[in-house]
């Protein structure tokens, strides 16, 4: 059988996985870096020195080197071009380059998640899946007809960093099962439906105001953590404070009472207690702890939030004292879970008199 001559297209993580994926029957021609990415070329060169193929960059359309790349690749009479994890589009001329067109691993669930940062986009939209998605590509942006799709869960407690790598394993797993028949051109792909387009996201976009719910701060934070910039907010004085590791609830909550005070109810006010970081983050979320003052500042009790889950809608809460006050108490807590958990069900409830 003839062997499927290839250009690979990629940045210093998606390159390798591409070239673990040809498995030795399929000839590299060329790796192409994008040129908006100049910081990549020092591992692509080795990248491609090992694979024994020269690296091209690829210039944008508006550069005058940009006719002459094209024409370069189409001297090469490549079968397929291959692409994984690249920052640049590839136009309708150069799309018509291969006899075989072009696939796509995208990193993310197409339709839904197509465009930039889409592993950002899902966590700051809470979604409980992820995944990567195989496609051909056509003149449009991750719009092209799927060849598979594979899917990975995302926790309350992830951060892009972690899904990243959840969906690194499953990009490894996927390519292992369909680049064979990719590259034997006996694949089968179905048109995508519709979907929605996320932008680009740049450093501005991670600022937020602390009037802001809690969770929604929360997911903001967790899915920018570094080497992202982070998440930030102005001080009064205009200097910029960021958050660029993983944060629990109620780190942020002692956070957000530092800025605005405590939160009050019915003339209590709840004081989060200073939180350190929870060594483990699949508990570090359960609980939430309080000072409760009365009108005129004194601490009159304690209370907690016990067993939040945010994705199940609901969570315990413990308090010091009974009767009256305790309940006033309680009327607090699921008064902040509604503002800014979004947790409507407070459903067990423990007092100690």
Known sequence: M??????????????PQLLASLGGHADVLAIVQASIRPGQNAELQALATEAQAPL??????????????????????????????????LRPDLLGVPRRGAVNIHGALLPHYRGANVT????????????????????GIDTGPIVAQATVPLDFTDTWFDVRQRINEATRGLLADKMPAVLAGG?????????????????????FEWSLPLRQIYNLVRALVAPHPGAF???????????????????LAALKADQLGPWRYNGLALSPRAA???????????????????????????????????????????LRGCGEAADRAASALGSFLRDELRISNLDRVETAC
């Open 2 to 15: 003839t062997r499927c001559r290839v250009v690979l297209f990629g940045d210093p993580q998606g390159i």
């Open 56 to 89: 091209l960059v690829q210039p944008s359309w508006r550069d005058g080197a940009y006719a002459g790349f094209v024409a370069g690749l189409k001297t090469l009479e490549p079968d397929l071009f291959v692409i994984n994890s690249y920052a640049m589009i």
């Open 120 to 139: 950002e986009w899902a966590l700051i939209n809470e979604e409980r899946t992820s995944g990567v998605t195989m496609h051909v590509v056509d003149a």
């Open 276 to 318: 350190s970081p929870g060594p483990r983050r699949d508990v570090a979320n359960a609980g939430i702890e309080f000072d409760v003052l009365d009108a005129g500042g004194t601490t009159i009790g304690g209370a907690a939030l016990t067993g939040i889950d945010c994705y199940g809608g609901s969570a315990g809460a413990t």
């Open 233 to 251: 907010w102005r001080r009064p004085d205009g200097a910029a404070a960021t958050l660029d590791r993983w944060m629990s609830l109620a780190e």
């Open 187 to 207: 694949y089968e792909a179905t048109p995508q439906g519709e979907g929605r387009h996320w932008p680009r996201r740049s450093t501005k976009d991670g600022q």
